[in-house]
T-cell receptor
Framework: GQQVMQIPQYQHVQEGEDFTTYCNSS?????IQWYKQRPGGHPVFLIQ?????EVKKQKRLTFQFGEAKKNSSLHITATQTTDVGTYFC??????????????FGQGTILTVHP | GAGVSQSPRYKVAKRGQDVALRCDPI?????LFWYQQALGQGPEFLTY????????KSGLPSDRFFAERPEGSVSTLKIQRTQQEDSAVYLC????????????FGSGTQLSVL
């Protein structure tokens, strides 16, 4: 079945360092979404990418969708302690009944040391 | 309400007990999803409603799991004869529907089966 893999599983950085997490799907995706989950919290939508090669920025966060629409990345510039949490990528399940029927990656846990 | 509301926040059940988890989605949201999140993992799709119709229940792990949304608003996920492997966080999410399924997640119900 469809698999979505993320690397790394964990990332520890010093405040001010950059951070990148990578997402790879076993199948071509119609779109990819990114969510952030704070410790003890619930996933919160960050962004959706739809087009091949698309790049979107949100302040210090840069999201990319690969040309083949099978991979994506999230880059955070100059991390802050507020960036702590788990970052998930997710794509619609192949043959799904809804675009909200998502396959999530296992997430990258980001720790930021002040 | 302002967001997706789930209750109870925590539920402890003895093995073999039945449990009912409630989700109150954002008003006007057509789509409602249930996801299961095991510790350290990404959410896993369980089932999907469009209004009152359950269009996809392919992710329900067994026939002990049952979900309903009788009036197209509040939804209940019921687990009969709970087992230890059912211990997880159960997340409800809602969205407007369509091709841009930005999901709004509730805080989840943490179920512990002893």
């Amino acid at each position: 079945g469809q698999q979505v893999m993320q690397i790394p599983q964990y990332q520890h950085v010093q405040e001010g360092e950059d951070f990148t997490t990578y997402c790879n799907s076993s199948t071509t995706l119609s779109n990819i979404q990114w969510y952030k989950q704070r410790p003890g919290g619930h996933p919160v939508f960050l962004i959706q990418l739809v087009k091949s090669g698309e790049v979107k920025k949100q302040k210090r966060l840069t999201f990319q969708f690969g040309e083949a629409k099978k991979n994506s990345s999230l880059h955070i510039t100059a991390t802050q302690t507020t960036d702590v949490g788990t970052y998930f990528c997710a794509g619609p399940k192949a043959g799904g009944t809804s675009y909200g029927k998502l396959t999530f990656g296992q997430g990258t846990i980001l720790t930021v040391h002040p | 309400g302002a967001g997706v509301s789930q209750s109870p926040r925590y539920k402890v059940a003895k093995r073999g007990q039945d449990v009912a988890l409630r989700c109150d989605p954002i008003s006007g949201h057509v789509s409602l999803f249930w996801y299961q999140q095991a510790l350290g993992q990404g959410p896993e799709f369980l089932t999907y409603f469009q209004n009152e119709a359950q269009l996809d229940k392919s992710g329900l792990p067994s026939d002990r799991f049952f979900a309903e949304r009788p009036e197209g608003s509040v939804s209940t996920l019921k687990i009969q004869r709970t087992q230890q492997e059912d211990s997880a966080v159960y997340l409800c999410a809602s969205s407007y529907g369509g091709t841009n399924e930005k999901l709004f997640f509730g805080s989840g119900t943490q179920l512990s089966v002893l």
